[in-house]
């Protein structure tokens, strides 16, 4: 049976990938046949593309704002909807606090200060801190009991929203990454976009799929619950509780597949340009087949993610405490401070202050989409293992469609020429040569 990432075969395969003919002197090991899930490195130089950032940014904006909507519709007064309050107060600030620039002075790198460094979820990684915010409105249904309609109506439409804007953002990303990682091709915004928003509903339906299984297998749970409501018919409830264990089985594995295998459907959707029944058979066959290797998979991306946020977060910190740095040369430390504070300003300076604060939350916000562009590219990548692991499919192998947008060349009419030729008309070649009655010299 082969370790993860790693065989007998491939590893031999990789040591003498390189050797001088008729000796053992070995020239250089090929680490990407011995160890393929070396891979999984590249998810951080494509999550820090200008697109790739730009796209995670965008897409956590729109999420963000969109629960901060629905949180000032709904309330955000109950334990299951009381974490959509950062969100509800300002989704912008509850954004760019995940990056903290300390004031003009030493050290260079700063450091986070007091409870404004929690940021709105508190990230922790590239991997754990998305997934954990993407799937919180499954975990606040989940965690609380006693749910009234208000608060079922709030979760429903978190999940619903988040699904709707990653399915463009998120897959667009997925799409990008997977032709990048198998191809070595680098497609555009407009052709990913335009990817993503054809594919949309697969994107779209494909986690919701177990959800309606989930809510499907609760109704007769509900009914027999309704039931037991009632001392006399508590005797039945208990013996259809047998029962009811099995459908609760059934519901579990479900969650489990939702909450641990949606990054897997994007991915294969996007690396086979398939449909939302394909991403449901792959996810469900890569998880539960290789659930070791997906863990093994998980937290490399994991580590490799994490050490990118450190070195993301201190790089637009570092340049925004540069910039009032190098301004407070000019201005003067009090007038910086007052800047970053926002106090004792008015009128113009108050509105060039809010000015600054937009410029600096825009970077804020480009370093935070890394969290969301590497979340994709690395569940793009962890899926492209997965796949050679299970159905031992080339990690080369991705679907390359033309893009409608680029006009396909057309044939020119043909016709013939005195000769009976077929030729293409407008063609400017030189004419060919008529056969001559006399024979050649010589």
């Known amino acids: 049976m082969p370790v993860i990432g790693w065989s007998k075969d491939t590893f031999f395969a990789g040591v003498l990938a390189m050797t001088e003919q008729n000796s053992g002197t070995i020239r250089a090991i090929a680490w990407s046949e ?180 989930v809510l499907l297998a609760t109704v007769p749970i509900l009914v027999l619950g309704w039931i037991i409501r009632s001392d006399v018919l508590l005797l039945l409830g208990g013996l259809c509780w047998p029962l009811v264990l099995a459908i609760a089985f059934a519901m579990t594995v479900l969650l489990l597949w939702v909450l641990f295998g949606w990054p897997l459907m994007w991915g294969a959707i996007s690396a086979e340009g398939s449909d939302s029944f394909d991403a449901l058979s792959r996810s469900n066959a890569y998880m539960f087949q290789r659930p070791l290797n997906y863990l093994f998979y998980a937290a490399v991306a994991a580590v490799i993610g994490g050490l990118g946020w450190i070195l993301v977060r201190n790089v637009a910190a570092g340049a925004i405490w540069m910039s009032y740095w190098a301004a407070a040369w000019g201005s003067g430390a009090p007038r910086i401070d007052a800047i970053m504070t926002g106090e004792s300003l008015a009128g113009l300076g108050r509105a060039g202050a809010v000015l600054i604060h937009f410029w600096v939350g825009c970077v804020k916000l480009l370093a935070v989409g890394y969290l969301f562009s590497y979340f994709w590219t690395a569940s793009t990548a962890v899926y492209f293992q997965l796949r050679r692991d299970v159905d031992h499919t080339e990690m080369d192998e991705v679907f390359l469609d033309a893009d409608q947008s680029e006009p396909s060349p057309e044939l020119p009419p043909i016709s013939k020429d005195p000769a009976g030729a077929p030729v293409a008309e407008g063609d400017t070649g030189s004419p060919p040569i008529a056969p001559s009655d006399h024979p050649p010299e010589g």
């Open 34 to 213: 011995v160890f393929p899930w070396l891979k999984i490195v590249r998810a951080f130089r494509l999550a820090i593309s200008v697109r790739a950032l730009v796209l995670g940014a965008l897409g956590i904006l729109l999420t963000a704002t969109g629960w901060g909507l629905i949180g000032r519709g709904f309330g955000v007064d109950s334990d299951a909807t009381r974490w959509l309050k950062p969100f509800a107060d300002c989704s912008w600030t509850a954004i760019t606090k995940e990056v903290v620039p300390d004031k003009p002075g030493l050290p260079l790198l700063p450091r986070p200060r007091g409870k404004a460094a929690g940021g709105g979820w508190k990230s922790r990684d590239a991997v754990a801190g998305p997934w954990k915010l993407l799937t919180q409105p499954a975990w606040r249904g989940l965690n609380h009991k006693n749910l009234g309609l208000r608060d079922i109506a709030s979760v429903l439409l978190c999940g619903l929203w988040g699904a709707a804007v990653w399915a463009l953002f998120g897959a667009a990303i997925c799409r990008g990454a997977a032709v990048q990682l198998a191809a070595d091709e680098q497609i555009g915004w407009g052709s990913a976009l335009r990817f993503a928003a054809r594919k949309w509903p697969s994107y779209f339906f494909a986690p919701l799929m177990p959800i309606g299984g």
